[in-house]
């Protein structure tokens, strides 16, 4: 069992890299039950992946289901680090959260979170390793509640709005934070060592900014997060 400092720290780095890629590449799936991969690079070396996928309840049904797994392979001060995470989020038909899962294991430690949304508050329930804790965030009046924070620009197109702000719950700290999200316009950015115009997106919140770049089809090409 790795110590709780360097958990905490590869936790903190993991979630930058991987949150990122399970808020966000939801959004590029375009046929139902249709899977997405993605690799995870640190300094050009692969350390991992992600795969994710989002399902409709029925034909007709008035909310889908997105899962996602993500595992990392690295090192922190000499140190090998393993850390697996999957998360099940049920949402309605406008793509807002009902409820979420998100489970997270390394070192031999597991750590499950649930959430319930309501429209007022959300209702967390932590099970840490066999600790359990329960806690009520409430939501801003007025604040609009997402599970990812692009989908406006995939359902509405890029020209629907240059910035807006959401709310995202982050599970690895049970807070709800506030993201800004900006289209800054055309850009190159190389991809597999050439060279591919995209549109760039910038998400900011408290911790740091995310850039993810789509493709005309509004499809994600890339996603930079900083550790």
Same mark, same amino acid.
Request: with cysteine; charged share 25%; aromatic share 6%.
């Given at each position: 069992?790795?110590?709780?400092?360097?958990?905490?720290?590869?936790?903190?780095?993991?979630?930058?890299?991987?949150?990122?890629?399970?808020?966000?590449?939801?959004?590029?799936?375009?046929?139902?039950?249709?899977?997405?991969?993605?690799?995870?690079?640190?300094?050009?070396?692969?350390?991992?992946?992600?795969?994710?996928?989002?399902?409709?309840?029925? %034909?007709?049904?008035?909310?889908?289901?997105?899962?996602?797994?993500?595992?990392?392979?690295?090192?922190?001060?000499?140190? %090998?680090?393993?850390?697996?995470?999957?998360?099940?989020?049920?949402?309605?038909?406008?793509?807002?959260?009902?409820?979420?899962?998100?489970?997270?294991?390394?070192?031999?430690?597991?750590?499950?979170?649930?959430?319930?949304?309501?429209?007022?508050?959300?209702?967390?329930?932590?099970?840490?390793?066999?600790?359990?804790? @329960?806690?009520?965030?409430?939501? %801003?009046?007025?604040?609009?509640?997402?599970?990812?924070?692009?989908?406006?620009?995939?359902?509405?197109? %890029?020209?629907?709005?240059?910035?807006?702000?959401?709310?995202?719950?982050?599970?690895?700290?049970?807070?709800?934070? @506030?993201? @800004?999200?900006?289209?800054?316009?055309?850009?190159?950015?190389?991809?597999?060592?050439?060279?591919?115009?995209?549109?760039?997106?910038?998400?900011?919140?408290?911790?740091?900014?995310?850039?993810?770049?789509?493709?005309?089809?509004?499809?994600?090409?890339?996603?930079?997060?900083?550790?």
């Amino acid at each position: 069992m790795f110590p709780e400092s360097i958990l905490n720290v590869i936790k903190t780095m993991a979630h930058r890299v991987l949150a990122s890629l399970i808020l966000f590449a939801c959004s590029m799936l375009i046929a139902w039950a249709e899977s997405s991969f993605f690799g995870i690079y640190l300094e050009g070396q692969k350390v991992g992946y992600s795969v994710m996928r989002q399902e409709r309840s029925s %034909p007709d049904g008035d909310w889908d289901i997105a899962y996602s797994e993500s595992f990392l392979r690295t090192a922190l001060m000499g140190t %090998p680090v393993e850390m697996r995470i999957t998360s099940r989020t049920r949402l309605d038909a406008k793509g807002r959260p009902l409820t979420m899962e998100y489970v997270t294991e390394s070192g031999g430690r597991r750590q499950t979170v649930n959430a319930q949304f309501e429209a007022s508050v959300i209702r967390v329930k932590i099970d840490n390793n066999g600790s359990t804790s @329960e806690r009520t965030l409430t939501i %801003p009046e007025g604040a609009r509640v997402v599970d990812d924070a692009t989908s406006a620009l995939v359902l509405e197109g %890029p020209s629907a709005s240059t910035s807006f702000r959401v709310h995202v719950l982050d599970p690895t700290t049970v807070t709800l934070l @506030e993201n @800004e999200v900006t289209v800054r316009g055309k850009r190159s950015v190389q991809i597999g060592g050439r060279s591919v115009e995209a549109t760039l997106v910038e998400v900011r919140d408290v911790r740091a900014v995310t850039r993810i770049y789509y493709n005309s089809k509004s499809e994600v090409l890339k996603i930079e997060a900083p550790l």
